[in-house]
T-cell receptor, first 116, second 112 residues
Framework: GAVVSQHPSWVICKSGTSVKIECRSLDFQATTMFWYRQFPKQSLMLMATSNEGSKATYEQGVEKDKFLINHASLTLSTLTVTSAHPEDSSFYIC????????????FGNGTRLTVT | SQQGEEDPQALSIQEGENATMNCSYK?????LQWYRQNSGRGLVHLIL?????REKHSGRLRVTLDTSKKSSSLLITASRAADTASYFC????????????FGQGTRLTINP
């Protein structure tokens, strides 16, 4: 149980275009989802917290107009990287929490974004 | 800034040996969690230890928590090649949002 599906697993796009990444909780309802970014051999950097039906809460330094997050249902959150640039190339990972507020997170398998 | 700091950054041992990783954090917490990440994949939750617990076991995993020193350790006994991965500790701040902040991680390599 508690499976999180993230799609696509990898994407290559041209500079200036936008890319949408989907994160779905398959067998549970996720009122809160988190989006992380990870550079090679580094830790996860929290980008934003996404709550169903409300605006996402962005971490300091993360541009909300560039990284658009939508959490329209209890099972789906999307991250759109707008006007992508090569420096946005990274590994993006979503996660969702099932149940109690401070319980474990269930992670998607990540999306490798390469901007050319 | 990252809440957790882990050491060592990298650890390479022989199969069958035990592996110990340490994590330190800065603020008061509700709980501390350990996750594993295989290369290029998402993270998998391993174990959660509450702030009022001192030790917890799950199979070959043993986690300790010392809130007075703000530190935790993860011990993997009788390591296997399949244990090769990066291991991260994660903490949530006792106050405020329910977000998890991850440490820098330990890259563990088990040599056959």
């Amino acid at each position: 149980g508690a499976v999180v599906s993230q799609h696509p697993s990898w994407v290559i796009c041209k500079s200036g275009t936008s890319v949408k990444i989907e994160c779905r909780s398959l067998d549970f309802q996720a009122t809160t989802m988190f989006w992380y970014r990870q550079f090679p051999k580094q830790s996860l950097m929290l980008m934003a917290t996404s709550n169903e039906g409300s605006k996402a809460t962005y971490e300091q330094g993360v541009e909300k107009d560039k990284f658009l997050i939508n959490h329209a249902s209890l099972t789906l959150s999307t991250l759109t990287v707008t006007s992508a640039h090569p420096e946005d190339s990274s590994f993006y990972i979503c996660s969702a929490r099932e149940g109690r507020a401070f319980g474990p997170l269930h992670f998607g398998n990540g999306t490798r974004l390469t901007v050319t | 800034s990252q809440q957790g700091e882990e050491d060592p950054q990298a650890l390479s041992i022989q199969e069958g040996e035990n592996a110990t990783m340490n994590c330190s954090y800065k603020t008061s917490i509700n709980n501390l969690q350990w996750y594993r990440q295989n290369s290029g994949r998402g993270l998998v939750h391993l174990i959660l230890i509450r702030s009022n617990e001192r030790e917890k076991h799950s199979g070959r995993l043993r986690v300790t928590l010392d809130t007075s020193k703000k530190s935790s350790s993860l011990l993997i006994t009788a390591s296997r090649a399949a244990d090769t991965a990066s291991y991260f500790c994660a903490t949530d701040a006792r106050q405020g949002a329910q977000k998890l902040v991850f440490g820098q991680g330990t890259r563990l390599t088990i040599n056959p």
